[in-house]
């Protein structure tokens, strides 16, 4: 049982520190009846660490071992020399360097156990080690060389072990550092570094002192803990463990930590774009593992429009007012979703709209111009700056703006007006047509009719006038013929005087009784032409004549009875 629980810890030794070891005891080597047994070939160890030099002996029974004795010196000697001594009961035989640091694994010498640990190895210590065992042999004090084993003791090659447990953001988590070997000697320093330096517990985390972990009662396990709440700031950056042996000998251990994290998904990209243009956005998310990317854009359906890992860019060509809307950008990691959105504007312009135009009654314009677009146009009137007197009126509906713009003018025939609309998409300019007020149109077209039909009524009462004129005159005439066929006394003769005073002869004043009528008839006519001759040709001055018809006709009747006692023919004077 003994024998099992060494060779139990030997190989355990030999595992944790890697010795290279054909066999953990070789065969016996004997002189007379003393035995000695050595791993075959030498033993490796590595410097910072400790070294097992498993070792068992078999004596005669006359002889009582009672101390061990370990010896280092060159290979070539038979027997080491007493300067040489690395371990003995008295440690004032010790070399100084070896002084503390090596040790039997079974300080009972009865149980023939003769294996030694050597701690704190340098590599200075790699040579040839010899045994020898003092005891009483047939009671007499005596001692012999038993064999030599051989030590070889490389650079420290081997690493610390570090835990690496799965870290996620806002949790927190603990790492373990061991360091390497399970040796009693010296215990190492263990210093935890975060991005290539050694950080306080403020910067990193808690660290834990030293922990030793006795296995056996010659091995021991030797630790450092740090406790840590993760972040984004850990993740991919580099955790250090360095462990510092005796002798300025120091090995490290570096993680690379993989810290689960997420941010808030970022959008790039303008949000803000011409119809007609790409829409071009980004959605990307810092995080690890990478977040899975759904862009959707918000409607009952939720249409889905793009997805990709760890950004996604949604792209749509030739946008239209219809691609206005609010966008969002999805981020799926390790179960959970979070969102942002994008409120896309698409800005576009129309041409200045039908139902534009300008109306002028009572001597005021009034002109309105109709526009739209997103956002808004701006219209302005090129006509206000020459006039110092106006209104404008502005009002908004939907996209639409509606501006009215009243002016005083006392005619708006020569006045051209011009609304002029502007936007970031562009700009329109109309010349607006200027129409008159129906009803004051109305009444001005009936004042015109008015003056047309009294100035028809002047025209008509003129021409009744002149033909009522002309009546009285044919009358007037018609009656004078008359009066000048009856018969009459001469001296009462109404006699017609030419404004020239000259007289009419007799022979023109009455004639015959056969052309009698017809004479008087051209007698009429001559003097109407030479009234009208006069009148026209003569002076403006207007002159009377008194005819007293009923003398005439009197005078008719004696003219006709004359004529029939007598063919002589009687004159008549007339004077104008």
């Given at each position: 049982m003994f024998t099992f629980f060494w060779t139990t810890v030997l190989f355990s030794l030999m595992a944790f520190n890697t010795y290279t070891v054909d066999s953990a005891l070789g065969r016996p080597l004997c002189s007379r009846e003393f035995c000695i047994t050595f791993n075959e070939g030498e033993v490796t160890a590595e410097a910072g660490l400790c070294v097992v030099i498993p070792c068992s002996f078999i004596t005669p029974d006359e002889f009582t071992p009672k101390n061990i004795v370990w010896f280092k010196c060159d290979s070539w000697k038979?027997?080491?020399?007493?300067?040489?001594?690395?371990?003995?009961?008295?440690?004032?035989?010790?070399?100084?360097?070896?002084?503390?640091?090596?040790?039997?694994?079974?300080?009972?010498?009865?149980?023939?156990?003769?294996?030694?640990?050597?701690?704190?190895?340098?590599?200075?210590?790699?040579g040839s080690y010899e045994l020898k065992i003092n005891g009483l042999y047939y009671g007499n004090t005596d001692g012999f060389f038993l064999g030599q084993g051989t030590v070889s003791v490389k650079d420290l090659r081997q690493r610390p072990t570090v835990t690496n447990p799965p870290l996620t953001e806002g949790q927190q988590a603990t790492l373990t550092c061991t360091a390497p070997g399970l040796c009693s000697g010296s215990p190492p320093k263990i210093t935890w570094m975060w991005r290539g330096k050694e950080e306080n517990e403020s910067m990193i985390g808690n660290i834990t002192a030293l922990r030793t972990e006795n296995l056996t009662a010659v091995t021991q396990r030797h630790s450092s803990t740090l406790t840590l709440n993760p972040s984004a700031e850990h993740h991919n950056s580099n955790i250090t463990c360095k462990v510092s042996f005796t002798g300025d000998i120091t090995t490290e251990e570096t993680l690379i930590l993989k810290v689960n994290y997420k941010r808030k998904p970022h959008i790039t990209g303008n949000t803000t774009v011409k119809e007609g243009d790409t829409l071009n956005l980004t959605c990307s998310i810092d995080s690890f593992p990478q977040s899975l990317v759904v862009w959707t854009k918000h409607s009952p359906s939720g249409i889905h429009l793009h997805n990709d890992t760890g950004s996604a860019t949604l792209v749509v060509s030739n946008v239209t007012a219809e691609d206005s809307g609010q966008y969002f950008c999805t981020a799926i990691h390790l179960g959970s979703m979070v969102s942002v959105s994008a409120d896309v504007k698409v800005t576009w312009f129309s041409e200045i709209l039908e139902g534009s135009g300008c109306v002028f009654q009572s001597k005021l314009l009034t002109c309105v111009c109709i526009a739209k677009g997103f956002p808004l146009p701006t219209i302005t009137w090129p006509l206000l700056k020459d006039h110092s007197k106006y209104s404008v009126i502005n009002t908004v509906s939907n996209h639409t703006v509606n501006t009215t713009v009243t002016i005083s003018l006392e005619q708006h025939q020569n006045i051209s007006v011009e609304c002029f609309s502007s936007h970031e998409n562009g700009e329109a300019q109309k010349n607006l047509t200027v129409q008159q007020d129906v009803l004051e149109k109305e009444d001005i077209q009936s004042k015109r009719i008015s003056k047309t039909v009294f100035r028809l009524e002047v025209i008509v009462a003129f021409l009744i006038g002149v033909l009522l004129s002309a009546t009285i005159c044919f009358l007037a005439q018609k009656c004078n013929r008359k009066s000048l066929k009856k018969p009459g006394n001469l001296d009462e003769t109404l006699k017609m005087i030419p404004q020239d005073g000259s007289l009419i002869d007799d022979g023109q004043a009455v004639q015959n009784d056969k052309s009698n009528d017809q004479e008087a008839a051209e007698n009429g006519a001559v003097a109407a032409e030479r009234c009208s001759s006069d009148v026209s040709n003569g002076p403006k001055d207007l002159q009377y004549a008194s005819i007293n018809f009923s003398i005439l006709r009197r005078r008719r009747e004696k003219e006709e009875a004359t004529e029939r006692e007598s063919t002589l023919t009687d004159y008549a004077e007339i004077k104008i």
């Open positions: 038979w027997k080491c020399s007493e300067s040489e001594i690395i371990f003995h009961n008295n440690r004032n035989k010790v070399r100084s360097e070896f002084l503390g640091r090596v040790s039997l694994l079974d300080p009972d010498v009865g149980q023939r156990n003769c294996s030694i640990m050597i701690n704190d190895l340098t590599t200075s210590d790699s």
